[in-house]
């Protein structure tokens, strides 16, 4: 069974186009993450969410939007999508201090 | 100044050699410290929490100071499935986890 999955896998669009990536987790975590992980590998926190609130806002630009329809989902929007936008994006939950992470979404944006 | 900063290496060893990595940190008041391991094109997986006592796993042994902020990952006998990188992670106030860039290892046959 799936700890944390994420949909597409792979995504490939155009600039300018608005699109959304889905995580889901069946681990019973009160918390959800999104993270960036660029070219240099380097991997960054965007957004954290706690049953289903905000918690982490880090600075992110508004044409991303996460959305947490329930505990076990967060999503996110990216509306007018750049070139710098792609990466991979991974989705992880938690419940204390241990992170689960989804297989990410490979975002390239031509 | 990064939350947590790593040597990103890459360290390249024969089978069966010891490595170390560390790592440091910036904020004092962090609370949980742990090693996540990264393979090529995949996602992060934990490999170990750290203690402030020291910590042992097998061939691994992770290791923290508090007083000058600094965590170590030891690996004995090298194994090519070793092959990965391996980020340091801090569990700061608010939950907030802060990864380092990651350190690359190769194990040569």
């Known amino acids: 069974d799936t700890a944390v999955s994420q949909t597409p896998k792979y995504l490939v669009t155009q600039m300018g186009n608005d699109k959304s990536i889905k995580c889901e987790q069946n681990?019973?975590?009160?918390?959800m993450y999104w993270y960036k992980q660029d070219s240099k590998k380097f991997l960054k926190i965007m957004f954290s969410?706690?049953?289903?609130?905000?918690?982490i806002n880090e600075t992110v630009p508004n044409r991303f939007s996460p959305k947490s329809p329930d505990k076990a989902h967060l999503n996110l929007h990216i509306n007018s999508l750049e070139l710098g936008d792609s990466a991979v994006y991974f989705c992880a939950s938690s419940l204390g201090s241990e992170q689960y992470f989804g297989p990410g979404t490979r975002l390239t944006v031509t | 100044r990064k939350e947590v900063e790593q040597d990103p290496g890459p360290f390249n060893v024969p089978e069966g050699a010891t490595v170390a990595f560390n790592c440091t940190y910036s904020n004092s008041a962090s609370q949980s410290f742990f090693w996540y391991r990264q393979d090529c094109r995949k996602e992060p997986k934990l490999l170990m929490s750290v203690y402030s006592s020291g910590n042992e796993d097998g061939r691994f042994t992770a290791q923290l100071n508090r007083a000058s902020q600094y965590i170590s990952l030891l690996i004995r006998d090298s194994k090519l499935s070793d092959s990965a990188t391996y980020l340091c992670?801090?569990?700061?106030?608010?939950?907030?986890?802060?990864f380092g860039t990651g350190t690359s290892l190769t194990v040569i046959p």
């Open positions: 992670v801090v569990l700061n106030t608010g939950n907030q986890f802060y």
């Open positions: 681990l019973g975590h009160d918390t």
């Open positions: 969410y706690n049953n289903k609130e905000l918690i």
